[in-house]
């Protein structure tokens, strides 16, 4: 499982660290593994080119010491001091020791050549962002854009690209577009949250002996592929349809039977022992899944079920949403069923709920902007939680599973938010979120937890869409489910 730390949980670390070790030696650990990373990427250090885009405190540091190191190794290494004033004075040292040449940034008038620094970024092999540590906040000034606004050469980021935020992945302004970002000690939730994880690159993280005074319960977590085999429900021999899990959807109506069969796809592919279906569109999931059974009427007078999923292209039908609602089982809430929940109906529930919003239906239950949630996607998920205390399911680029500690969940504080890391543009397609719905409620209704069985659902509906043939359509995701169970439980 790849584990995510707040900025102030990272930084008691390292000070709790820093008092058992000599001095300097927690950035030499730092800067022995960046250069590391850049001597990778040039390939050749030797007579390479290597710019390090250099601002104040330790960030600075760091990619100063890394310079030094690359220096000694036969590259070429220019620093641009962006505030001089206030750089780390022992990187500093190290670098002009090592024969790194210094410069400073436009504006700055301090010891260091006054030489015109474009054309020098403009030459690099290779660029190193050393501009703001995880301590930053907004966007990047006015002569840090004009530096990167000159870079040509693949860039590397210290610990996060400079411009995002650490702990929410927001991107208030401009910030640096890395190939590459070398994070230390732990990875931070903005390097796996969008919009920030699209300015990241590539994430390597270099072990600078924090794991035994992080915590033991992270910030944000991501699922892998080891993690999700073990949750996913297997049958055994005495397992029958209803140890397996029955699952009820409701979804469809007569402007919408197709996301009826989509939902009741996804339950199938999904591992339910059986699945019922409740609604107007009885007609096309029979034809499509002749193994369906089917009901008139009310949801709750349908037989026996573990779970229900409903919503999906359910249109104004608030009576069957009010059936499910009451029943005492765990329950999934998609698309139009978001629209019609009354939000003290969802706190009311004592089985675990899951909600399954994308970006605007998001935007609509927190009374924001759809461009907010897109921008602040932890931050919009977890509060979402919070209100119903239900599970959320914030799809999107990057899809963010936040428990809210009621609906028959655990302490929403105890609980990492979890990003699944499977996601791929190909599943932004009509009707894939009504396939998600129905794996989720057959997940839910095998007995995982809402909050495992979203993640588990996320990841296994992230593999589908990339086994899916290109480009796909929702139909084709469904198919594609029963390749990833397969490769997943393959290990």
């Given at each position: 499982?790849?584990?995510?730390y707040?900025?102030?949980?990272?930084r008691?670390?390292?000070r709790?660290?820093m008092?058992?070790?000599?001095d300097?030696?927690?950035?030499?650990?730092?800067?022995?593994?960046?250069?590391?990373?850049c001597?990778?990427?040039l390939g050749?250090?030797?007579?390479s080119?290597v710019?390090?885009l250099v601002g104040s405190g330790?960030?600075?540091?760091?990619a100063?010491y890394?310079?030094?190191?690359?220096?000694r190794?036969?590259a070429?290494?220019?620093?641009?001091?962006l505030?001089p004033?206030?750089?780390h004075?022992?990187g500093?040292?190290?670098?002009r020791a090592?024969g790194?040449?210094v410069?400073v940034?436009?504006?700055a008038?301090?010891?260091?050549e006054?030489?015109?620094v474009e054309?020098?970024?403009a030459?690099?092999?290779?660029?190193?962002?050393?501009i703001?540590?995880?301590g930053?906040?907004?966007?990047?000034?006015?002569?840090a854009?004009e530096?990167?606004?000159?870079?040509r050469?693949?860039?590397?980021?210290?610990d996060?690209p400079s411009?995002v935020?650490?702990d929410?992945g927001?991107?208030?302004?401009v910030?640096v577009?890395a190939d590459?970002?070398?994070?230390?000690g732990a990875?931070?939730?903005?390097?796996l949250?969008?919009?920030?994880?699209?300015?990241?690159?590539?994430?390597?993280?270099v072990?600078?002996?924090?794991?035994?005074?992080?915590?033991p319960?992270?910030?944000?977590?991501a699922?892998?592929h080891?993690?999700v085999a073990?949750l996913?429900?297997?049958?055994?021999?005495?397992?029958?349809?209803?140890?397996?899990?029955?699952?009820g959807i409701?979804?469809?109506?007569?402007?919408y039977?197709g996301?009826?069969?989509?939902?009741?796809s996804?339950?199938?592919r999904?591992?339910?022992g059986a699945?019922r279906?409740?609604?107007?569109a009885?007609?096309a999931?029979i034809?499509?899944?002749?193994?369906t059974?089917?009901?008139?009427?009310?949801?709750?007078?349908?037989?026996r079920?573990q779970?229900?999923?409903?919503?999906?292209?359910?249109?104004?039908d608030?009576?069957?949403l009010?059936?499910?609602?009451a029943a005492?089982?765990?329950?999934l809430?998609?698309?139009?069923?978001?629209?019609l929940?009354?939000e003290a109906?969802?706190?009311?529930?004592?089985?675990?709920?899951?909600l399954?919003?994308?970006?605007?239906?998001a935007?609509a239950?927190l009374?924001w902007?759809?461009?907010?949630?897109e921008?602040?996607?932890?931050t919009a998920?977890?509060?979402?939680?919070?209100?119903?205390?239900?599970?959320?399911?914030?799809?999107?680029?990057?899809t963010?599973?936040?428990?809210?500690g009621?609906?028959?969940?655990?302490?929403?504080e105890?609980?990492?938010v979890?990003?699944?890391?499977t996601?791929?543009?190909?599943?932004?397609?009509?009707?894939?979120?009504d396939?998600?719905?129905g794996?989720v409620?057959?997940l839910?209704?095998?007995?995982?937890d809402?909050r495992?069985a979203?993640?588990?659902?996320a990841?296994?509906?992230?593999m589908a869409?990339?086994?899916?043939?290109?480009p796909?359509g929702?139909?084709d995701?469904?198919e594609?489910?029963?390749?990833?169970?397969r490769?997943?439980?393959a290990?």
């Open positions: 499982m790849r584990t995510a707040s900025v102030e949980t990272v008691a670390a390292e709790e660290l008092g058992r070790l000599p300097g030696a927690l950035m030499q650990r730092a800067a022995a593994g960046l250069a590391a990373a001597a990778g990427m050749r250090t030797y007579g080119r710019v390090l330790d960030n600075g540091g760091d100063l890394a310079g030094a190191r690359l220096a190794r036969g070429g290494v220019s620093a641009v001091l505030s004033e206030k750089v004075e022992g500093l040292a190290a670098l090592a790194g040449r410069l940034a436009p504006g008038v301090v010891e260091g006054s030489a015109p054309p020098v970024i030459r690099a092999d290779l660029v190193v962002d050393g703001v540590g995880i930053g906040r907004g966007g990047l000034r006015p002569v854009v530096l990167t606004d000159a870079v050469a693949p860039v590397v980021s210290v996060l411009g935020d650490a929410t927001e991107v208030k302004g910030a577009r590459a970002t070398v994070t230390f990875y931070k939730p903005g390097l949250a969008d919009p920030a994880r699209e300015h990241a690159g590539a994430l390597r993280l072990d600078i002996g924090l794991g035994p005074y992080l915590p319960d992270p910030a944000v977590e699922l892998q080891a993690d073990a996913l429900p297997r049958p055994v021999a005495e397992s029958d349809k209803y140890r397996r899990g029955v699952v409701v979804a469809g109506s007569s402007r039977p996301a009826a069969v989509l939902a009741v996804g339950a199938l999904g591992g339910a699945v279906y409740v609604g107007p009885a007609d999931v034809a499509r899944h002749p193994e059974l089917v009901s008139a009427g009310r949801p709750s007078k349908a037989g079920v779970a229900w999923a409903v919503g999906s292209g359910l249109g104004d608030k009576d069957r009010r059936d499910v609602l005492d089982v765990p329950l809430i998609d698309a139009d069923g978001l629209r929940a009354d109906a969802l706190r009311a529930r004592t089985s675990p709920t899951v399954t919003p994308h970006a605007g239906e935007a239950l009374g902007e759809r461009e907010d949630v921008a602040r996607r932890l998920a977890r509060e979402l939680a919070g209100r119903t205390g239900a599970t959320v399911l914030l799809k999107g680029s990057t963010v599973v936040a428990d809210g009621g609906s028959g969940g655990g302490s929403a105890a609980a990492p979890r990003i699944n890391p996601g791929t543009g190909w599943l932004a397609t009509a009707g894939t979120g396939v998600l719905a794996l409620g057959a839910l209704a095998a007995g995982l809402g495992d979203a993640s588990v659902g990841y296994v509906h992230g869409g990339r086994f899916a043939p290109r796909a929702a139909s995701v469904a594609a489910l029963s390749t990833a169970w490769d997943l439980l290990g």
